[in-house]
């Protein structure tokens, strides 16, 4: 588990595709304090597994499903990532509960200063801007922000100049491709009300219902 809130920023040393997969190599710093083979570091959002360390970098293999549903197939040695430690059980819980599993990719639509913030707005399907809910969160390439509009096809946060110098999210351009991770909690809610995708209706669970939770004295 992470928090969203970013350690450092690594530099791509080489990704090495395969027919199913990819070997991402990763010069980093800070992150490999205290990491040891086997452990997760989320990589733009992405949790990866370390599979080999040397000095100042690490290695961590990506599945083909990962690749397809994330902007890491797109990376190219001297990119630069947003790099976080799985989540300390002593530490402290300062954005929100993110899992690393990306639930698909956005687009970045348009970036705009207001005083000392930025203005970022993503273009998202459907799929993913069902769970946005305004000031609610959301995890763009790893990073814990508010949703702090939303519209029909996109939403957007807005960025401090000490989330926009510690991440790489002011340096993308509009046009750009992000990961993004829904809160999960509005999707736990989702399944266990028995709608959407990945409810069980199809299996012959009843799901929760409105019925029944007056029936129980909700």
């Given amino acids: 588990m992470f928090t969203g809130i ?17 070997a991402l190599t990763i010069c980093a710093d800070k992150v490999l304090e205290g990491s040891r083979i086997g452990d997760s570091i989320a990589v733009s959002g992405v949790c990866l597994t370390v599979t080999h360390m040397a000095q100042q ?3 961590a293999d990506v599945m083909a499903e990962t690749l397809r549903r ?17 989540m300390a059980a ?46 609610g969160s959301v995890a763009i390439d790893g990073i814990s922000l508010t949703v702090a509009a939303l519209a029909e096809d996109h939403f957007a946060v807005s960025v401090i100049p000490h989330t926009g110098s510690e991440t790489t999210l002011l340096e993308k351009k509009p046009g750009q491709v992000v990961n993004l991770e829904n809160d999960m909690v509005g ?32």
């Fill in 6 to 22: 970013i350690e450092e920023i690594g530099t791509v040393e080489s990704i090495q595709k395969g027919r199913e997969g990819a």
């Fill in 57 to 59: 970098q690490f290695q």
């Fill in 70 to 86: 994330s902007n890491l197939g797109g990376l190219h040695s001297g990119d630069r990532v947003n790099l976080e430690r799985a």
């Fill in 90 to 135: 002593d530490g402290r819980f300062g954005g929100h509960i993110v899992a690393g599993h990306i639930d698909g990719t956005g687009q970045i639509r348009s970036m705009r200063r207001e005083g000392n913030a930025v203005w970022v707005e993503i273009q998202a399907e459907p799929g993913i801007l069902r769970y946005i809910v305004q000031k």
């Fill in 187 to 218: 999707k736990y809610v989702e399944r266990l009300l028995g709608i959407g995708e990945g409810s069980g209706k199809d299996s012959g669970q009843s799901g929760l219902t409105r019925e029944k939770l007056l029936q129980y004295g909700f």
